[in-house]
């Protein structure tokens, strides 16, 4: 007899039967590291994500059903196009995969220092220099191509067209998603198979101060030398390595024990709050053209003259010799 269970198509189902099939293909991130990873994060709607992984758009999914239909999933992706089959199977609206989930490459990260017009002059003198087919060429080849279909392949050709025409009328221009991008976002998740640091390095400039972030890497090693970089430039404050530790029991009677065949590790997850280095006096509200003060060490003048008496204590020894025998001396001196 075979049973078959229906279940919701929700960020941790999905999550386990990814990493069931091929834990490769999801970096290894399990559904408690996940849900570990969007907690840190603070993903909750109305909020805006800035993303970036390579879990086939598992994270990049798992965020837009936290976020609903408020907010943004800025998703940033590395090539030709975004990795993101996992996304059709959390069952979002269509108003939610394209208004919701917004895909940008990260050659748009150095375009931001630029303005609009200085861009589309750019642009223009791409096009100029590389045309491209007409309209009217363009629907010539479409017709050529739909007289092969059979009847059936016409009716999906035209359902398929229609659904991108569709998504491309709501789906924001590459001018909205700079905007986006140079008022900054209120979160940053890292889920990605390269190494963490530079991908952190290069994403934190567009985390607003005071946000959180979540980098989540299989191994240990370079979430270290990661949290020794944002150590030393003090970009960042709370930071907190931590390891994802889950154990599945089977419970059968006096036969309960841990599942024999489970992974020992479910990955490491580095997480912290992005502050500002260098403030400026404009920066703060409180003074409005004072820095605050640098604090004061606790009891100066007592450890001045503590510092003081320590360095004045000495021993010193000499040696003489005469001619009735040797004698040696000893003297302290304390100073304050």
């Not at 559904?31 to 969007?38: C, F, G, H, K, P």
């Not at 979160?187 to 959180?212: D, F, G, M, N, Q």
């Not at 890497?217 to 390595?241: I, K, W």
């Amino acid at each position: 007899m075979v049973r078959v269970r229906v279940a919701r198509c929700e960020a941790s189902n999905i999550m386990e039967t990814y990493f069931d099939k091929n834990p490769l293909k999801v970096c290894g991130l399990r559904e408690d590291s996940l849900a570990q990873l969007l907690s840190y994060a603070n993903v909750h709607a109305g909020a805006r994500v800035l993303v970036f992984e390579s879990c086939m758009g598992v994270v990049a999914g798992a965020v837009a059903q936290r976020l609903g239909d408020r907010g943004q999933a800025l998703v940033a992706y590395d090539g030709q196009q975004a990795g993101d089959n996992a996304v059709s199977r959390y069952n979002l609206s269509l108003e939610a995969r394209t208004r919701v989930i917004v895909n940008f490459p990260l050659d748009t990260i150095p375009l931001l220092a630029q303005s609009e017009e200085a861009i589309a002059a750019e642009e223009a003198a791409f096009l100029s220099a590389n045309p491209r087919l007409s309209e009217e060429t363009c629907a010539n080849m479409a017709a050529q191509r739909q007289q092969r279909y059979t009847p059936e392949q016409q009716v999906q050709f035209n359902a398929k067209k229609a659904e991108r025409e569709a998504r491309r009328a709501l789906r924001p221009s590459p001018a909205q998603v700079r905007q986006w991008l140079r008022e900054g976002c209120d979160s940053l998740v890292i889920a990605s198979k390269y190494h963490p640091e530079t991908v952190l390095l290069r994403l934190l400039p567009l985390l607003l101060p005071s946000r959180p972030f979540a980098v989540y890497c299989e191994h240990m090693e370079p979430l270290v030398g990661c949290m020794h970089s944002l150590q030393r430039s003090g970009d960042a404050c709370a930071l907190q390595l931590s390891s994802c530790w889950y154990r599945e029991f089977q419970v059968l009677p006096n036969r309960t024990h841990p599942t024999m065949d489970m992974r020992a590790c479910g990955g490491y997850i580095l997480t912290g709050i992005k502050v500002l280095n260098n403030a400026r006096p404009e920066d703060c509200p409180n003074t409005g053209t004072e820095a605050p003060p640098a604090k004061r060490v606790k009891h100066g003048a007592r450890a001045e003259g503590y510092r003081a008496g320590r360095e004045g204590k000495g021993k010193g020894k000499g040696k003489g010799k005469g001619k009735g025998g040797r004698g040696r001396g000893r003297g302290r001196g304390r100073g304050r």
